[in-house]
């Protein structure tokens, strides 16, 4: 091996290690805990490490959204693969977005709520972000209805889901009603589909 790829292996290494630590201090402490200098002590390498491989915790921040985009498409590629017809399959995925987003609260901040350096809707959007929007999609696409934009009505879907989560999350809906709103929201988006 030679030591430049040593070197970008070790680098690699210590780009997930901070993102792994943000991630981690985020859940239990909430993104106001994650500063560099914090991350620095809890990886046990100096701030200008830190800075040598992001900016600052914006950049740490989109790091983890990224990463997040990733593990959600895999999470709703699997829950649409393995239902069974129209309905079912856009009833699981609203069921594995939303569970996504309650089992990983401060990750789901980094992807939705929080500014992040992503560039969202557009061809220039990393490749995860595209990932989970056409996963989203493919579950939306068998209830478009003839003159129906599927892009706008998959944004619809996706922004009811959403909605569910945040005011679930803040209180404002209680959470023992959860199923029955995704079955609403499925039942609406699916009428007719079997």
Not at 55 to 66: F, L, P, W
Not at 82 to 94: Q, Y
């Amino acid at each position: 091996m030679s030591i430049q790829t040593r070197r970008e292996r070790e680098r690699a290494e210590r780009e997930r290690l901070i993102v792994t630590a943000a991630r981690e201090l985020a859940e239990a402490e909430g993104w106001d805990a994650v500063t560099t200098r914090r991350l620095a002590a809890e990886i046990e390498y100096s701030q200008p490490v830190l800075y040598s491989h992001f900016k600052g915790k914006a950049a740490i921040m989109t790091a983890v959204a990224v990463q997040g985009f990733t593990e959600m498409a895999a999470e709703l590629r699997a829950a649409r693969t393995a239902a069974d017809g129209t309905r079912e399959a856009l009833a699981a995925v609203g069921a594995a977005y939303t569970a996504f987003a309650r089992r990983q609260p401060a990750l789901y901040d980094a992807m939705f709520t929080h500014t992040v350096e992503l560039p969202f809707a557009t061809p220039q959007a990393p490749s995860a972000l595209r990932e989970g929007f056409t996963e989203l999609l493919r579950a939306v696409e068998p209830v478009v209805a003839e003159g129906e934009d599927p892009g706008l009505l998959t944004e619809t879907y996706w922004a009811g889901l959403h909605g569910l989560v945040t005011l679930m999350r803040s209180g404002r809906l209680p959470a023992e009603a959860h199923e029955r709103r995704l079955a609403l929201l499925t039942g609406h988006f699916a009428a007719g589909a079997s």
